[in-house]
C-alpha cells in the first residue's frame, strides 16, 4: 500500500459501519439487503466528501497565516 489516507475516507470502515447500523437495524424489523447497503455506503461517501470539504473551506477562510 502506498500513502495513508484518514479512517473517513476508507470505503472498508464505512462499509464496516453501515453493516453493523444494518445488524441493529434489523433487531427492529427493517432490513436493508446487500444493494441496499452499497447504495448507504455510497450516500455516507459523499456527505463525507462534502461535508471535509465545507470545513477545509471554512479553515480556510478563518486562517490567520498565509500559505507558503
Known sequence: MEGTKAFFASRTVWGILVSVAALLLSK??????????????DIVLNIVGGVSAIFA?????LATRKIG
Not at 427492529?28 to 455506503?41: K, T, V
Not at 473551506?57 to 477562510?61: A, D, F, M, T
Open 28 to 41: 427492529w424489523g427493517l432490513s436493508l439487503g446487500p444493494e441496499d447497503q452499497a447504495s448507504a455506503i
Open 57 to 61: 473551506l471554512i479553515g480556510r477562510v
